[in-house]
């Protein structure tokens, strides 16, 4: 099983990145979220990736980081309905601290505006991965109950709090998501998401 894979960054679209090592160059498909992080072409680039075998294709999935990939994988084999297309769609549209904290709190209506999930699909994400997803020694009641964020503690409540404000406010999924983390970056973890919303508007 191919889990990393490390080269010259050679082509680079909006989903798929060619990696060239070893005198082979890899398709690796990739989410927005890494493509927004790879490095410029002919740099050296690592990628934590997910292989897909089967009988008439293979495919390598890569991500910037080891728990993007991990939370893919869980995506893709424990949730009845969504395949690495769906899986990758979805972690195109919304960001890995987005994601796990709308998890953690039953956010349905937020993940069913990903591409490829329904309200359906959405409760079954969310019934497969909420235990896994919290951390040890936190229960879903009191992540839900305190509103603490799970993967970057108060920073994703605030994130998933401005996305949503954000999409009530016109803006489309991904282009939320993406308004919000830029905020964040500049405000710092210390920013409510009144200061996002106000930021990302500006």
Same mark, same amino acid.
């Given at each position: 099983?191919?889990?990393?894979?490390?080269?010259?960054?050679?082509? *680079?679209?909006?989903? $798929?990145?060619?990696?060239?090592?070893?005198?082979?160059?890899?398709?690796?498909?990739?989410?927005?979220?890494?493509?927004? /992080?790879?490095?410029?072409?002919?740099?050296?680039?690592?990628?934590?990736?997910?292989?897909?075998?089967?009988?008439?294709?293979? *495919?390598?999935?890569?991500?910037?980081?080891?728990?993007? $990939?991990?939370?893919?994988?869980?995506?893709?084999?424990?949730? %009845?309905?969504?395949?690495? /297309?769906?899986?990758?769609?979805?972690?195109?549209?919304? %960001? #890995?601290?987005?994601?796990? !904290?709308?998890? *953690?709190? %039953?956010?349905?209506? =937020? #993940?069913?505006?990903?591409?490829?999930?329904?309200?359906?699909?959405?409760? $079954?994400?969310?019934?497969? =991965?909420?235990?896994?997803?919290?951390? @040890?020694?936190?229960?879903?009641?009191?992540?839900?109950?305190? !509103?603490?964020?799970?993967?970057?503690?108060?920073?994703?409540?605030?994130?998933?709090?401005?996305?949503? @404000? =954000?999409? $009530?406010?016109?803006? /489309?999924?991904?282009?939320?998501?993406?308004?919000?983390?830029?905020?964040?970056?500049? #405000?710092?973890?210390?920013?409510?998401?009144?200061? #996002?919303?106000?930021?990302?508007?500006?």
């Amino acid at each position: 099983m191919i889990v990393t894979i490390e080269g010259t960054l050679s082509e *680079a679209g909006l989903l $798929r990145a060619i990696i060239e090592t070893g005198g082979l160059g890899y398709e690796v498909y990739v989410p927005m979220t890494t493509t927004e /992080k790879l490095p410029a072409i002919g740099k050296r680039v690592k990628l934590y990736t997910h292989a897909v075998y089967r009988e008439d294709t293979q *495919a390598l999935y890569g991500f910037i980081c080891q728990e993007e $990939r991990d939370f893919f994988s869980l995506l893709v084999e424990k949730v %009845s309905g969504i395949g690495p /297309k769906i899986g990758l769609s979805i972690l195109s549209k919304l %960001s #890995l601290p987005v994601l796990k !904290n709308a998890i *953690a709190q %039953s956010d349905v209506k =937020l #993940l069913s505006q990903c591409p490829g999930i329904g309200k359906k699909t959405a409760e $079954r994400v969310v019934i497969e =991965l909420r235990d896994k997803i919290i951390p @040890a020694g936190m229960t879903a009641e009191g992540a839900t109950i305190t !509103n603490t964020a799970v993967h970057t503690g108060e920073q994703a409540a605030a994130l998933q709090d401005a996305v949503a @404000a =954000l999409m $009530r406010l016109g803006f /489309k999924l991904p282009d939320a998501d993406k308004a919000a983390r830029k905020a964040l970056d500049k #405000l710092g973890e210390k920013a409510t998401p009144e200061m #996002l919303i106000r930021a990302a508007l500006g």
